[in-house]
């Protein structure tokens, strides 16, 4: 039976037998096949994270009151309705092979057709006023959103008939993760903003320096250099001791010591010298006495 062709139920408690085999899947299966089991939590995770704007199918079924038009709940727009799992019309299907050259022979007649109906227009519109332009334009943008129209998805699912709506972005997702135009624009904005400061701080500081500079009075030059800071005395010892202070000679002083450097020069007469030996050999005669030696 075709999804597209199925009537939508009346009543809401006919998909309850669905939703609890959905449920129960993942523990039935896990014994026998747990990666098929693994794989239906994923998909019933999916099913139950995916938001609604009415209620469940269980809050449905329990209220009194009728939902309008006979519709169920409204679901967010995806290609699969999550109360039956059915796609929706011109979502998947089963597609036979060897289609690809009619394909292409198709779309390059459209193309060709659309050219000529193109054409067509053109010539038509050359040979009419201002005003009967005006009014072919808003026939066709017209004869264009009828055709729109008709290839648009049903908003409601086929098989159950429940209406699918979009959902609502959520504010506080947005704000951490912006999209990457704004990402783009904020970065473009901040570099740009850290460029004019550097740039306004540089023109402050050659602004100072240029005032500290007419400011400071003109340096005089000097006609002897300073050698204040050069040390007189040489950095190095001397490696020979410094000579002696020399004396200034006076008259009264240099006669008295020539008197003592002739008495100093005066030799002993031949006498005196014997004498002089003959003492010594007496007094180291008695010596050798006193200590028992002679």
């Known amino acids: 039976m075709s999804l597209s062709s199925s009537p939508a139920p009346a009543s809401t408690t006919a998909f309850e037998p669905t939703i609890n085999h959905i449920l129960s899947l993942p523990n039935l299966l896990q014994p026998i096949s747990p990666s ?12 139950y994270s995916v938001p609604t704007d009415g ?7 329990s209220s009194s009151s009728p939902s309008p038009r006979g519709i169920r709940d409204k679901l967010t727009l995806g290609g699969w309705c999550n109360h039956c799992g059915g796609l929706r019309k011109g979502m998947g299907g089963a597609q036979t092979g ?3 050259q009619v394909k292409d022979k198709e779309k390059e007649e459209k193309t060709k057709a659309i050219r000529e109906r193109a054409r067509k227009r053109v010539r038509e519109l ?3 006023t201002e005003d009967e332009r005006e009014e072919k334009k808003m026939a066709r943008k017209l004869e264009i959103a009828g055709a729109v129209q008709k290839r648009r998805q ?3 699912c086929t098989t159950c008939g429940a209406v699918y709506t979009r959902p609502k972005p959520d504010k506080k997702t947005l704000a951490e993760f912006p999209s990457s135009r704004k990402t783009r624009k904020q970065t473009a904005e901040a570099k740009a903003k850290e460029e004019s400061e550097s740039l306004a701080l540089k023109a402050k500081i050659e602004a100072a320096v240029k005032v500290e500079r007419q400011i400071q009075p003109p340096q005089t030059l000097l006609s002897h250099p300073v050698f204040s800071h050069i040390p007189s005395s040489p950095p190095n010892l001397p490696t020979h001791p410094p000579p002696p202070p020399a004396k200034h000679s006076g008259g009264p002083a240099s006669a008295t010591t020539d008197v003592a450097k002739k008495k100093k020069k005066t030799k002993k007469s031949g006498l005196s010298k014997l004498l002089a030996e003959n003492r010594e050999r007496n007094e180291s005669a008695k010596g050798a006495g006193m200590w028992g030696l002679g």
């Open 36 to 47: 098929h089991a693994a794989l239906h939590l994923a998909r019933l995770r999916l099913l």
């Open 55 to 61: 209620q469940s199918s269980s809050e449905s079924s």
């Open 98 to 100: 060897g289609r690809g």
């Open 126 to 128: 050359s040979n009419l």
């Open 154 to 156: 049903p908003p409601e």
